[in-house]
């Protein structure tokens, strides 16, 4: 078993109980609520006539059914509208923060957590998300978790959990040019499978992560789920504490820094922790990566062959037929080229300032292609006040990006941003699984935002690097 | 089998579970596959259970493919017999809360996505494991046999169909949880509240309201 890793500090001063299944009772620190998730386990909480036990340590945004044009309500969806009530219902009765879209701190869950500095280092962090894992990138320890779980999370501020193995993954050397973070994970996730990191909680290291922003260390966080593992984290440094200082949660309070700053200190793991696994990756190696498939883990660098599903270890070999066909690739060749309907650039793996900023420089001064419709969809509203501030929503606008509201949007498919039959789109998102972008034949590829905003330009996979203007992160 | 709403305590046991079969066979099936986003747009998992892995059922226009969830001859079983890394994905409870409501009592596979086997759980629904082999087996006999029982023993770490028993694994805390009855977390943690509290007041980070 590990010892000495962030995991098993942060573990430790949270647990509260031994349960009588041998899981640990471990307290929560922050729970993140949105419209999806809560609406039934806040139903399963007045059937047992239960109260919120902790208010003050929940925060809640609307992300999934937002729409993403036209705001105003009631909404132009009926569900969605019902969604929406039924949270405001649920966070005035509970007497929970909510950031909703009147307050301009509106968001997708993982990044206004962030933004607002109440996700920290050593905290323990749930929600009804998947990409809960994101949060890692602070050195928190962040999960995502079932409706039920959150019912227990409301009831009594706690989660029951088995403790997992620590898989420390370390990134070597430097990214080149139009290389991102988002390539390490897609790399990482190929390289150990979709269910590689199944019982392992991983701990991203090395100099390639080090040098990364905050921002570039929470894609890859992100995406952790996408391999298997609940939650990835990276130990906090100057990078974590320069973010942090700047937040809402500290800016006007730098005592608080001040004394939080030891604990925070405290849970980096230590120099000879002991880790269940080590994997090694070289970041130098790495070069802007695409998915052919329809699974996260089936990715390619841009100018590498597609694998045949012979090549392939047996059990990954029907799912590789099945996602070649319905992508419409052939083994051999390269995914560069390949024709794009749709470029979409948001999501909670790469919709904050520098993700925008780096394809803004893509895009500048160039056109989207005639044939694609693209769209730019800001994680939050910060975000987008930001990035109108700067200018970058007029490039895109001027290249012929539709600018949208802050939102989940088409990396889900839950509110009116879709792709139609069989679309292929470029995506800044997280999943490329069959119907995950609202059509069951749309093919989705997944790429970093620069990525996406050549694809835009060009109407097909295009290796960004051979455009001028690539941002070496 | 949804946890008593009048019961303020620990939930069933659930030592095993009976009924016949029904193969969805691959692997890294995803939760946007056993349920579509779409079906999400509502305030309680009632009424889900038809929308059980829709697109793979589904055409364009309603037209029925080949599935076996759209095969009469299972359409009363319980056990359903999958391959590796099913559930794969979000962590939308409404994927067990789809299949439960469908009439599925019981997951015998590969291997399962961690936060999709913790949501069945709560919902008291054992994921147990064999290897590759021993699903392919039973996916068979299933095809074989829609009407024979499974019968599905979380206590002992079996699985029971014809004449054949085979050793399957399942996860400790799950075992215990089932067969002691103590899936249902909620009661059991809020009786811990004082260490609650402790926990909270040693933690340099909380400011509760208490």
Redesign the interface.
Known sequence: MSEGTLYDKVWD?????E?????T?L?V?LHLIHE??S??AF??LR??D?EV?????THATVD??VPTADQSRPYG?D??E??MA?LEENVREAGIEFSDPTTGNQGIVHVIGPEQGIT?P??TIVC???H?STHGAFGSLAF??????I??VL????V?M?KQKVRKIEVTGELSEGVEAKDIILEVIRRLG??GG??YVYEYAGEAIESLDIEGRMSICNMS?EG?A?AGYVNPDETTYEWLAETDEFADDPEKFE??KP?WESIRSEDDAEYDDVVVVDGDELEPTVTWGT?PGQGVGVTQPIPAPEELPE??Q??AR?SQKHMGVDPGDTMEGYDIDVAFLGSCTNARLPDLRRAAKIVEGREVHPDVRAMVVPGSQRVQEQAEKEGLADVFREAGFDWRNAGCSMC???NEDQLEGDEACASSSN?N????Q?S?DGRTVLMNPQMVAAAAIEGKVTDVRNLSEVTTV | MS?D?ES?GPADTVRHISGTGVPVR???I?T??II???F??????DGLGQFSFF?QRFGDDDEEKAHSFNEDRFRDSSVLVVN??FG???????A??ALMRWGIDALVGE?F???FA??CL??GIPTVTAD?ETIEALQAWVDENPDGDIDVDVEAETVTYGETTVEVEV????R??LV?G??D??A???S??N??RE??E????????D
């Open positions: 001063r949270h647990a509260v109980a349960l009588p299944t041998g899981q009772q307290f620190g999806v998730t609406p039934q139903g399963m059937e047992r239960m036990a902790y208010p003050e340590l999934h059914i969806d569900a969605a019902e969604m039924e920290q050593g905290k009804g998300d998947s809960t995502g978790i079932g409706t039920s779980q019912r227990d009831a009594t501020g706690c029951a088995e979709t269910d199944v019982g789920i298997g609940r004394r939080l604990y699974t059990e990954k029907d799912t099945m889900l498919g839950m999943r699984f069959i119907g995950r609202g069951k | 946890a709403a303020d691959g692997n890294d995803d946007d596959q579509p986003a779409r999400m747009k509502v305030v309680t998992f697109d590796a890394n794969c994905g979000s962590s939308r409870e409404h067990p809360q291997s996505a961690e936060i913790g949501n709560a919902l590759s996860d400790d805390a799950q215990k949880a002691e103590v899936w977390t909620t059991l943690m809020k811990n509240k260490a609650v926990t909270a040693s933690l340099p980070y909380v400011e509760t309201d």
